[in-house]
């Protein structure tokens, strides 16, 4: 479970080190970075198991989903302009969250508000991809699959955990440990939160008339590689 979190980590950092080589504008840069203190805090949670780790663990959740929302809904935008009013919601809405959640202690309000988060993120993105842009439906119900997948694993790791853990006694080492459906869920929404970000980038340069393209390190591994726009 801690293992599985590089996934949050490394990708991200190489998304980011792209996303500053290729002039690209701040805000993926931190969307990318965001990704990564959600690995880092889910990494020393998972490693102590200790409640100060936990709060590194989820509360990084809600600011990275917020950066995502403001991504995907400024990919519209000319250049160099900030949604004051959008920033302002966003910062708003993660400060209260945070001091409720603090205060109230109970998973099931952060649950609700990062779904409210993801929902959000969801609905614009099949926007883009059934209206906009519907050549990016691949990467876009990829990413949307694969996070669900991780969804519907955590959510069977949570109502089964004591049968699946006795289960696992049964099993040899190995196999015990790739049935960590918990760790599963680490590296799919690893994954799917990745591949969001390569979609609203995608989304953005194309926009910006750049010439983004999907190719992937080692044949397995997507990147997104920017060219700038064509000189005239």
Known sequence: ????????ILPPIYGAIQTYKDGLEKRYLAAYLCLTAVGLGSW???????????LLDELP?????CVFVYCLYECFKYKNTVNYPLLF?????????????????????????YGTLVSIIV??????????YP?????????LTVF????????????????LRALREKMPPVVGAVTQFHAWWHILTGLG????????????????????????????????????????
């Open 1 to 8: 479970n801690t293992v599985s979190n590089l996934i949050f």
């Open 44 to 54: 020393c949670f998972h490693m102590t198991l200790k409640y100060e780790m936990q």
């Open 61 to 65: 959740m809600i600011y990275s989903c």
């Open 89 to 113: 919601l966003l910062i708003t809405y993660s400060f209260v969250v945070s001091i409720v959640y603090l205060n109230l202690k109970e998973p099931v309000f952060h649950q609700i508000m």
């Open 123 to 132: 609905l614009r993105s099949v926007y883009i991809v059934l209206w906009v």
């Open 135 to 143: 050549w990016l439906r691949g990467l876009g119900y990829t990413s």
């Open 148 to 163: 669900l997948m991780g969804f519907f694993l955590w959510n069977v790791d949570n109502l089964f955990c004591d049968k």
């Open 193 to 232: 939160s990745y591949l969001h970000i390569l979609l609203s980038l995608y989304t953005r340069t194309l926009f910006l008339k750049h010439r983004p393209k999907v190719k992937f390190v080692f044949g397995i591994w997507p990147v997104l590689l920017v060219e700038p726009p064509k000189k005239l």
